[in-house]
């Protein structure tokens, strides 16, 4: 049982930076996967990035060149550094883990304006 907790999401300008943090515990089989998506009003959820145990990352087009991610695999932590930020970025965010299941985060909200 994982339980994944998000911090960093606020109301930024566009062209504005921000960083999500995402923090895992209770994992008893490893994590070997994790990563970010996002839902705006409206729409399906859809992947943002994600990162493997051995690094390898993986970045929706969208976000390619802006957004970075990164893990603590001793911490089991998730990271995603955002930068020139668009009001179509706007969304939740939620933290995602594969370790024996899918577990998500509750989301935390992102909000860019023009």
């Known amino acids: 049982q994982v339980q994944l907790v998000e911090s960093g999401g606020n109301l930024v300008q566009a062209g504005g930076s921000l960083r999500l943090s995402c923090d895992s515990s209770g994992a008893i089989f490893t994590i070997n996967t994790m990563g970010w998506y996002r839902q705006a009003p409206g729409k399906q959820r859809e992947l943002v990035a994600t990162i493997t145990n051995g690094g390898s990352t993986n970045y929706a087009d969208s976000v390619k060149g802006r957004f970075t991610i990164s893990r603590n695999n001793v911490k089991n932590s998730v990271y995603l550094q955002m930068s020139s930020l668009k009001p179509e970025d706007t969304a939740v965010y939620y933290c995602?883990?594969?370790?024996?299941?899918?577990?998500w985060g509750q989301g935390t909200q992102v909000t860019v304006s023009s």
């Open positions: 995602n883990a594969l370790s024996n299941r899918v577990y």
